[in-house]
């Protein structure tokens, strides 16, 4: 039977709370600074998550509110200037520490290394956003906990596609069945069913009422020892958080029922 070897882990979402109190914010003050009337309230930039990729949601946007934006000749340079803008406002915000990590990750993590896991990435988000949150809410090495980090553009189509998951899993040289991905959103859901692996899904803010059907399981947060966390949907076999010997358990009977 094939045995669990790593673990690979979406951001925004699934790592940490991201989306409304750090994107969000961020693309707002591009906005500003560009001297744009736009602004990105909670309930809009939930709707705007339907989009993955940053570039992509901006071009999302302008569709349905600001049409004559994309009719400018310089309109793709402009959003790649908002996005770049979005970026270094998101990575001043992180630097502060103002995006701590959901509960259950840093510490999973940790003993996933000690049992000898292989951990990697895989996100929509850029290269420098994912290694500026690492640094700065789970250690000033924890690029390094990672062997391979599939972010941004490294591939032409974005979740749900599943092609950031293939091109990790090609890197890592490993089957899909030796691997559990985790994710908080639909579209990152069927990504990974999509590249063949069981996934945990922790919800978020944005996707509590996201369908993920085939989930392995469905939680709150990965849950600490003194935190437990809130069981949507799945079989936690008496334990109260996540943790290597039950993410064990699920890959075994997951490798079982295929």
């Avoid at 070897?5 to 925004?12: C, S, T």
């Avoid at 934006?69 to 992180?94: C, G, M, N, S, W």
């Avoid at 990697?120 to 690492?134: D, W």
């Amino acid at each position: 039977m094939e045995t669990l070897q790593a673990l690979i882990f979406d951001v925004d979402g699934t790592l940490a709370d991201t989306e409304r109190d750090g994107h969000r914010l961020a693309f707002n003050a591009a906005f500003a600074e560009a001297g744009l009337p736009w602004h990105w309230d909670a309930a809009l930039y939930g709707e705007l998550l339907a989009v993955t990729g940053g570039k992509e949601r901006l071009r999302f946007f302008c569709e349905r509110h600001d049409p004559d934006f994309l009719k400018r000749p310089d309109a793709d340079e402009q959003i790649r200037a908002l996005h770049a803008a979005k970026t270094k406002h998101y990575l001043e915000l992180v630097a502060k520490g103002g995006i701590p990590l959901q509960p259950g990750v840093a510490r999973l993590m940790r003993e996933a290394r000690a049992a000898g896991l292989r951990l990697a990435i895989a996100t929509t988000t850029t290269p420098e956003n994912v290694t500026s949150l690492l640094k700065a809410s789970l250690a000033p090495d924890a690029e390094r906990w990672f062997e391979v980090i599939g972010a941004g553009d490294v591939v032409p189509k974005k979740k749900p596609a599943p092609d950031i998951y293939l091109w990790v899993l090609e890197k890592m040289n490993l089957p899909a069945t030796a691997c559990l991905a985790f994710e908080d959103s639909e579209n990152g859901l069927k990504a990974s069913l999509a590249a063949g692996l069981a996934t945990v899904v922790t919800e978020s803010e944005y996707t509590a009422d996201h369908d993920f059907s085939g989930a392995l399981a469905v939680l709150s947060d990965l849950g600490e020892p003194d935190k437990p966390c809130e069981v949507r949907r799945g079989d936690m076999h008496g334990k109260t958080y996540v943790d290597v010997d039950l993410l064990r358990r699920w890959h075994a009977e997951n490798i079982s029922k295929a």
